[in-house]
Each structure stands twice: as C-alpha cells, then as structure tokens.
C-alpha cells in the first residue's frame, strides 16, 4: 500500500512548468569577473572599488586639467565635411588620471572612439574633498569643428 500523497495530472503539470519557467529566467553561467589586465594597474582598480567616487556637487575643489590631448578628427568625417560632438563621462582618480571614459551621447557615433582615445591620455590635478584628492566623476563635450584644423 502507497502512503504517499497523489497530486493531480494537472497541478503537477502547473508545478513542472513554474519551476521550468523559473529556471528559463535565470543565466546559463554567471557573468565572468572583469581582470587586470597588468598586475600594475590592479593596486589603482583597488583603490577605486574602495574609495568612493564624488561627483562634481561633492567635491571642494573640481579637478582640473594639467594635460588634454586633441581629439583625432576621424578621416571620413572630415572628407565628408560632417562636425559634431560627444559628451563623454569618465572619473577621474585621486591619482589625476582618466579611468573608463564611455561615450554619453553623440551627434554621429563615428566621432565617439576618437572621443574616447583623446580623453583616456588626458591628465589632471584630482578633485577634492576635505583637503584630500579624491575620484571624482566628470562629464565633458568634444566638439568636432572644421574651424579648428
């Protein structure tokens, strides 16, 4: 003799698709974890994940810029006679150097990666706060002018 419960056809159907569907939503394998690519930069990424990062309403002092490179008109666009503009977002360590700049927005996507290049070899004096250099969180616009070859 089975002691044990039946369930119906239907609720154990019901119960197989929920937890099936459950299983759908979740990822095949977990996102892998970003790497240093020289153990030389893995001290400032450290410092990063442990120190906050201000935006500039934070700061007592914004950072400011000791070295900027000109962007690299891009060939094409200026063969085609196209200007433009991207506003790029980056941080700024306590240490004064450009950390994951990123595109915010664009007038022509093809200006961005020159955008982007231009500003990682940008230097600065670091913000800061209390009397301490501090990662500060900035947004720029390059403007791709015609004007200024």
């Known amino acids: 003799m089975n002691l044990r419960p039946l369930l119906p056809a239907a609720l154990l159907a019901l119960a197989s698709s929920s937890a099936l569907g459950a299983a759908e939503n979740l990822p095949a394998k977990a996102p892998p974890v970003a790497q240093a690519n020289t153990a030389a930069k893995e001290p400032e990424l450290l410092r ?30 200026r063969t085609q006679r196209l200007e433009g503009s991207v506003d790029v977002g980056f941080t700024i360590t306590s240490k004064g150097v450009v950390q994951d700049p990123y595109a915010v927005s664009s007038t022509n996507e093809a200006f961005e990666q020159a955008a982007i290049d231009a500003v990682k070899k940008w230097k600065f004096k670091p913000g800061m706060k209390d009397g301490k250099p501090v990662n500060t969180k900035v947004q720029i616009t390059l403007t791709f002018s015609l004007k200024s070859l």
């Open 48 to 77: 990063l994940v442990t120190e906050p990062v201000y935006s500039l309403k934070e700061v007592d002092q914004a950072p400011v810029a000791t070295s900027q490179q000109q962007a690299v008109y891009p060939k094409t666009l």
